[in-house]
């Protein structure tokens, strides 16, 4: 069992920039896909960005393409999410997830089978 919290996560103006990270413990996640889901209030959950258990292959949404970046460090057991020039519409709560051992797409939250708690990305306009 896998669990993640996550951090970063806090107020910002629109054009500014924040780090999240999601830290693992309790087993290694380097053997599986990781992937940053959102939810604003009153919507449904959204794919943000997935990356490769070596890290050689990234997804993004359309809507963070070129903005985001995502990234792991599998000796510390920690995954990234660089955003940048953040709008008002980025505004959720930001969860990472493991993606489970069986198929499924990377982009569907029902392909994840370990989730963390979330952190509360506000961007003022």
């Known amino acids: 069992q896998v669990q993640l919290v996550e951090s970063g996560g806090g107020l910002v103006q629109a054009g500014g920039s924040l780090r999240l990270s999601c830290a693992a413990s309790?087993?290694?996640?380097?053997?599986?896909?990781m992937g940053w889901f959102r939810q604003a209030p009153g919507k449904e959950r959204e794919f943000v960005a997935a990356i490769t258990w070596t890290g050689s292959r990234t997804y993004y949404a359309d809507s963070v393409k070129g903005r985001f970046t995502i990234s792991r460090d599998d000796a510390k057991n920690t995954m990234y999410l660089q955003m940048n020039s953040l709008k008002p519409e980025d505004t959720a709560v930001y969860s990472c997830a493991k993606k489970g051992p069986s198929g499924g797409s990377v982009y569907q939250g029902g392909s994840y089978d370990s989730w963390g708690q979330g952190t509360q990305v506000t961007v003022s306009s």
């Open positions: 309790g087993r290694s996640f380097s053997s599986y896909v």
